[in-house]
């Protein structure tokens, strides 16, 4: 039974940072006490450095008690420095991206893996090609009008014209903020780059939280130590973890428990691509080591992960024997979720995908928040989840306390 955790979290490509996130689990936690009706406290987050931030959850049952310590690895410097960008730098990397993905047919590659996944995935590229042809055509119409009707010699048209689509492109920018055009088309091409393992801005974060987690490894103040990656954040998680491994090649056989989670996971679509050596290394690394658990956790429900998926063999890894990780845990939202609360979120595609890091409002076999700040391990909630949720009562007490308890007597 964990009296005391240690968790890492590795955001997804958010400019919210260590603030925004801080603010969403303290609202989401509130629906964990409510639904689980656990005694709970959150601290005030603390900023450690550029690169941390923590917070620590006391949370309490009648028969268990967790102290966690929740650490976010910040990125928003860079992320946020990344997408305040001039568009005109902005706008041509991307389209380099998506030609490039196109040309080396990852794409085709991304739809024949999880064609939901591949359909969210062009639905941005979309937009920004939208985007793009509609100012242009708009600013052609302007010229050509002021030249025919308007009298307007040909080079004050043209003038005219280019303005006119400035004006309009700048007009449909909130358009694009509003269904995440530049946040992911920004993104993806610089996630890219660091899975074939070009020199990237995300390079400081793995090696910074590598350190840290084989520092926590060490000090052996915790009983489980968990690294939480989300969305984007799971194509850095395994590079942290293969890291921490190099740093320390007995992590996981000394002190607490190390486990990774890897939830709505984006990582599959860029080890899929031919040149993404970096990330296939650390993904074959963890994939054969024995003392460090991972979990990727997929939903049907989440049209942004790879659903019933392998993310080894499915990526073309093949480890034969040796493989021992991932344990992949299909969870269900629809359980986690009240009818009402479901058919309102069932189409608000972002919404759904935070669902893995967000409260329950119902009790359910995977719930975030008790799989941070709960007594059970995460190897008992991924190996075995509808047995581990079986063993709270309706008032929350712990049937696996009494088994910890006769085992250490």
């Known amino acids: 039974m964990i009296r005391r955790r240690h968790v890492f979290y590795v955001e997804g490509y958010d400019p919210q940072g260590a603030a925004g996130y801080y603010r969403m689990f303290r609202r989401e936690w509130k629906r964990f006490v409510d639904t689980w009706r656990v005694t709970s406290t959150v601290g005030e987050p603390v900023i450690d450095s550029d690169d941390f931030a923590h917070w620590n959850v006391d949370t309490a049952g009648p028969n268990w008690q967790v102290e966690t310590r929740y650490e976010f690895l910040r990125m928003e410097a860079f992320i946020g420095g990344n997408m305040a960008q001039p568009l005109v730098r902005q706008v041509p990397r991307a389209l380099r991206w998506m030609a490039g993905d196109l040309a080396c047919g990852v794409l085709l590659r ?34 050509i009008a002021a030249a025919r009707w308007a009298g307007v010699p040909p080079f004050a048209a043209v003038i005219l014209g280019v303005a006119a689509g400035v004006a309009i492109f700048a007009a449909l920018r909130p358009l694009a903020d509003r269904w995440f055009v530049v946040q992911v088309t920004n993104g993806w091409p610089y996630l890219r780059e660091f899975a074939r393992g070009a020199p990237s801005g995300f390079d400081r974060s793995v090696e910074a939280l590598a350190q840290r987690l084989v520092e926590a490894a060490r000090g052996g103040i915790a009983d489980e130590l968990l690294v939480v990656s989300h969305s984007a954040g799971c194509v850095i998680s395994p590079a942290i973890v293969a890291r921490a491994l190099e740093l320390d090649p007995a992590l996981g056989q000394h002190g607490p428990k190390v486990a990774l989670m890897t939830v709505g996971s984006l990582m599959p679509a860029f080890a899929l691509h031919p040149a993404a050596q970096r990330l296939r290394a650390a993904i074959r690394r963890i994939a054969i080591e024995p003392t460090v658990l991972w979990v990727d956790c997929q939903a049907r429900k989440d049209v942004m992960n790879f659903w019933d998926f392998d993310p080894v063999a499915g990526v073309g890894i093949e480890v034969g024997t040796e493989r021992r990780n991932p344990t992949v845990w299909i969870v269900r939202f629809r359980d986690m979720l009240s009818d009402t609360v479901y058919q309102r979120l069932r189409f608000s595609y972002f919404r759904m995908h935070y669902q893995f890091v967000m409260g329950n409002d119902q009790r359910g076999s995977y719930d975030y928040f ?13 190996t075995r989840p509808d047995e581990t949720f079986h063993q709270f009562s309706a008032d929350a007490a712990y049937a696996g306390a009494a088994v910890t308890v006769a085992a250490a007597g």
Do not use: N
Not at 119 to 143: D, E, N, R
Not at 370 to 382: E, H, I, N, R, Y
């Open 110 to 143: 991304i739809f024949r893996a999880a064609w939901r996944f591949g359909l969210h995935l062009i639905f941005p590229q979309l937009l920004l090609l939208a985007w793009i042809l509609t100012s242009v055509g708009g600013g052609t119409m302007v010229g």
């Open 370 to 382: 008790m799989l941070v700040c709960g007594p059970a391990t995460a190897a008992s909630w991924a």
